[in-house]
Every structure is written in C-alpha cells, then in structure tokens.
C-alpha cells in the first residue's frame, strides 16, 4: 500500500480480507497481471467496508473473466464483450448493489465496442475494471485493436500492420465523468484508484495496463516500469481539464501517466437524468412480480 495507515487499516481488517477468497484453483499464468489486480479489488473493497452482500462482480470473457470464481460473493460470468448491458441492467435494477463489471481490451474495444460507448454517455452507476494486456490471452494471443503496431502476435506472425486505437483518448472523447489509470505492478495504486471508483456515483472507467508474459512480448512489466509515472507528480495537472486529459494519454510510448486522469462531479447520472422514475419510491427489483402466463402456453 502507498499508504501507511491503509496498511494498517488492512491488517486489522485482514479477517474480512479472508472471506473474499476462495479454494478454486488459479489458473492464470505465472506473471499475469491479474492477480495483482483482484488483489487490489479485494483490499478496495475491504478498506471501503463493502461486505459480499454488498455488489455483484459481472465478468467477460477471456483471462480476466476466469477470475469470477476466485473472489467470494456474488458474479455473474456472461458472452463475450456483453459485460457492460448486463452490469448496467443490474445496476439499474438494485441501485442498492453495487455493480463491478470487468473485461479485456478485446471484449471492451472489438466485441463490445458499442456498449462502451452507451455505457458512458448515460453515465451508469458502474464501476468498470479494463484490463488491458493488448491481446487476446486467453485465446493464446491474437492481435486486439489495442495492440500495437509491430508487435509479433499468434494470428499475425509477420507483425500487426495496422495502429492501434488509443483507449484512453477515446473514452475521454465521449465525455466520461471519470477517467484512472494504474498498471498491475503497482497493487497499492490499484486499490487507491479502486477506492476512488467505488465511490463514485456515475460510470467510472479504470485502465489497468498489465502485461501479458505469455503472449504479448512487446510491452512486458519491465516495459512498463521505465515508462509510467504518476500524476500527482506533474506539476499543475488539473484533473477536471477534459483536454488536458486528452493531451497527456496520446503518449503511451515515452510517459505514461497513472493516476485519476479526469472527473466531473457536476455530471449527472443516469438516475438523476431519468425522468419516469423520479419520485418512485421502490427499486425495480422490488417492483417484480410474478404472472400467470400458462394461457400463452397452450
């Protein structure tokens, strides 16, 4: 932890750490950035006094979705680049869950592409992990449209010809309510970003860059650690600068920034810009009942 008294807040809590794992076997491989990162969505949720009842973890496909066993409480693990539909029904549904949903640069930038963009501009109340390994590992390694341009891929051995899309320039071109970045190396920072998401009230979008040691050999950890840097450190950074934000991510060869990048707290959500359920009272999922359909059978 980058923060001290978060250590020791953690330790004292590590009983109600325990009650998130589980004793399915990991199936990562050695390396992956994805148990650094559910780490640190277990120490988020702990030092936020979130217990299991509490949120639904909805998972996409690909390594990071063989995580919805490997965390205790409630998951739901969906079709590929579908995640964000799902989580955002849910969290319409119970606004009193909250809602993580979390996927990889494929589900989110190829399949899922259009729900991203939905997501964003009706700001749903969802905390989004993106796991960005710039490939798809869990099918050993094809190019993503996140991928760069260069790299040696199963799928295209004599290298990926075309420029990648710059994820975190077009998120913020739709005009996001929050925007953080961490890499998987940095567990402390994860969860400090993790922390910040959870509390807030809108569609809150969390890069991690994490290396894929398996497949992706152009941008492992030791890649990533020459480059990154933190954004409390440069001097000036306004974080409600929307073209700011949009300045500093074009670089994702020299300096790459962490920290949360962008937030407007003055955006409404999608609860508060709803008009039909202003003044109701109940949640829709208190609102279900059930039918006798049996005439529509026969």
């Keep these: 932890m980058r923060d001290k008294k978060d250590l020791h807040k953690l330790s004292k809590l590590s009983g109600d750490y325990l009650k998130y794992e589980t004793n399915k076997v ?4 050695g390396n992956c950035g994805n148990y650094g990162i559910q780490n640190a969505l277990k120490r988020a949720l702990v030092l936020e006094g979130y217990k299991k009842e509490d949120f639904l973890m909805c998972f996409d496909i690909g390594c990071n979705g063989n995580g919805s066993d490997k965390i205790e409480g409630y ?13 955002s029904g849910c969290a319409l549904a119970n606004p009193k869950m909250k809602v993580i949903a979390s996927a990889g640069d494929g589900g989110t930038f190829s399949e899922g592409i259009n729900h991203l963009v939905c997501a964003i501009r009706n700001d749903y ?3 989004f992990i993106h796991h960005n390994n710039e490939n798809y590992g869990l099918t ?4 993503s449209s996140l991928t760069r341009c260069g790299a040696i891929m199963n799928g295209t051995p004599k290298e990926v010809t075309i420029d990648p899309i710059n994820s975190l320039d077009f998120v913020l071109s739709l005009n996001p309510s929050f925007v953080a970045r961490s890499f998987s190396g940095e567990i402390g920072h994860i969860t400090e970003m993790f922390r910040l998401a959870l509390k807030h009230k809108g569609f809150a979008y969390v890069e991690i860059l994490q290396s894929c040691p398996t497949y992706n050999k152009m941008t492992p950890d030791i890649w990533y650690a020459k480059r990154i840097k933190m954004i409390e450190d440069k001097k000036d950074y306004d974080k409600s600068d929307i073209w700011q934000a949009r300045r500093i991510v074009r670089d994702m060869e020299n300096e790459i920034w962490l920290g949360l990048l962008y937030e407007n707290k003055k955006k409404s959500n999608f609860f508060e810009t709803y008009p039909f359920r202003k003044g109701v009272k109940t949640a829709l999922v208190e609102e279900v009942r059930h039918k006798d359909i049996s005439q529509f059978m026969q």
């Design 140 to 143: 050993v390694g094809q190019a």
């Design 26 to 29: 990991l199936t990562w491989c």
């Design 75 to 87: 998951t739901l693990h969906g079709l590929h680049g579908r995640v964000l539909p799902v989580a």
């Design 125 to 127: 109340p969802v905390l």
